[in-house]
């Protein structure tokens, strides 16, 4: 019987195949339709244009220059509360420089290109994030709807961190990845997140306090721990010296005005301190704008301010300590805890406003839940119109005014009362259809 010479084909399943990235490989599965493939082949476009023009126009003057300078003063051993070029001084916690040094081995012009790519791709994590989110409250729900409206409504603020080039996104991912985590019952990698988000922002340590209120020993100590390590890692690198320092700076410097009563009256700042102060104190025109309608002493709107603030932050923990004992916070805690981070802060600027990606989408599910689907139109067309009342389509002289008469802020007291009515409604079980 004759033989060939040839040596036989392999099968098929062991025939070599061609090993793609990850991404390419994701790309080209069958699970993406060919309008996924368009719309990601689109917003990466997209953020490929915004990320060479914030390279060719970012100056010395804006936010980046600052994050970018001081991971440079931490670097190099200098100190970190000063002015910085044409820039504002830094006020951010030591920990925050300790981070922007990844972006201070890069120039600057090629830092602000990079962050602008993460800050564009970080869109995409925080909607897929609040999403995950949402599926852990509503696992048969469809969310498509809830989805689109989030996104769509959220990228004015989105918008606005990526033309300022600043961190607002990277920690609204660590707070979502934080609750994220805490409910999907990992509580330490929850901590680490949400404790990493308090050292570079501050107000994050709000979220830290609905964990608290519900374990309050192992919740502390693991905190504690966690801060140890970060002030370790400081002081490791910048020195015993050095590092105690920076930490004594950014409490004189920072935390103690603030602590006094020191108030942003800038007309972009959003917090109910800013939206009083810009209304109630006389304070010079901004682009022709005069938006104070009264002028109050100083003295009474700071009392006044401080009685909101308590306010808020009083309702917001008087229903994490009522939910304190149930499996996991209700959906309108972490919502009325992430408006709370906005309202009652010293400055609360447009691009802080990411956090609505999941309070929004959250309360239209809520809403839909309870049947108040007028309320829910109400929640639709009012924050889409906040979200389209922007100069380029207002016009600049009307914006002003929206900015100056704060209805960023307005907006932000009604998601929080809404935010508070449901809650209470749901508590007490009174639902009614169409309200």
């Known amino acids: 019987m004759a033989t060939s010479s040839h040596p036989s084909l392999p099968r098929q399943a062991t025939l070599p195949r061609l090993s793609l990235p990850p991404l390419v490989r994701a790309f080209a599965t069958s699970r993406w339709t060919w309008a996924i493939r368009g719309w990601v082949t689109l917003i990466m476009v997209l953020i490929a244009a915004l990320a060479t023009r914030e390279v060719l126009t970012e100056t010395t003057h804006g936010d980046f220059y600052i994050f970018w300078s001081a991971g440079v003063n931490f670097w ?30 890069l120039p600057f012009r090629w830092a602000v290109g990079v962050f602008t790519v993460f800050n564009g791709l970080a869109w995409i994590g925080i909607l897929i994030l609040s999403r995950q989110i949402l599926r852990h409250y509503f696992p048969s729900i469809p969310l498509r709807g809830a989805m689109l409206f989030a996104g ?9 961190n990526i033309l300022w080039v600043n961190i607002n996104e990277l920690v609204c991912l660590l707070c979502l990845g934080g609750i994220l985590l805490y409910l999907r019952r990992h509580e330490n990698w929850a901590l680490v997140l949400l404790m990493a988000a308090t050292w570079l922002k501050v107000m994050p340590v709000l979220l830290v306090g609905v ?3 519900r374990r309050p020993g192992p919740v502390l100590v693991k905190s504690l721990a966690i801060s140890t390590f970060f002030i370790g890692a400081i002081l490791l690198e910048r ?27 800038d007309w972009i700042s959003f917090s109910i301190p800013s939206a009083l102060f810009k209304l109630l104190t006389a304070h010079p025109d901004v682009e022709g704008v005069r938006y104070y309608i009264a002028d109050w002493p100083v003295s009474v709107v700071r009392r006044m301010s401080t009685t909101l ?14 939910g304190r004992a149930a499996t996991q916070p209700r959906p309108t805690t972490w919502l009325l805890v992430l408006l709370s981070m906005i309202l009652v802060a010293g400055v609360a600027w447009e691009g802080h406003h990411v956090t609505l990606v999941l309070t929004l989408p959250m309360l239209f599910v809520l809403l839909t839940q309870l049947g108040w689907l007028r309320t829910r139109l109400v929640l639709v067309v009012g924050t889409g119109l ?50």
Do not use: C
């Open 309 to 322: 603030q308590l306010l808020v932050v009083g309702i917001t923990f008087w229903q994490v300590w009522q």
């Open 211 to 213: 964990l608290f209120f």
């Open 76 to 105: 190099e051993g200098k100190a970190l509360y000063s002015q910085i070029g044409g820039a504002e001084e830094f006020l951010y916690p030591p920990f925050a420089p300790f981070v922007f040094q990844a972006l201070a081995w």
């Open 386 to 435: 906040v979200a389209l009342l922007i100069s380029d389509v207002t016009g600049l002289t009307l914006y002003n005014y929206l900015q100056g008469f704060s209805l960023i802020t307005v907006m932000d007291i009604g998601l929080f009362i809404l935010t508070l009515t449901i809650a209470i409604r749901s508590r007490i079980g009174v639902v009614t259809s169409d309200v």
């Open 152 to 160: 769509l409504v959220s990228w004015r603020y989105i918008y606005h």
């Open 239 to 265: 020195g015993i010296g050095r590092g105690m320092q920076d930490f004594a700076d950014f409490w004189q410097i920072t935390l103690t005005p603030f602590l006094a009563g020191k108030v942003y009256t």
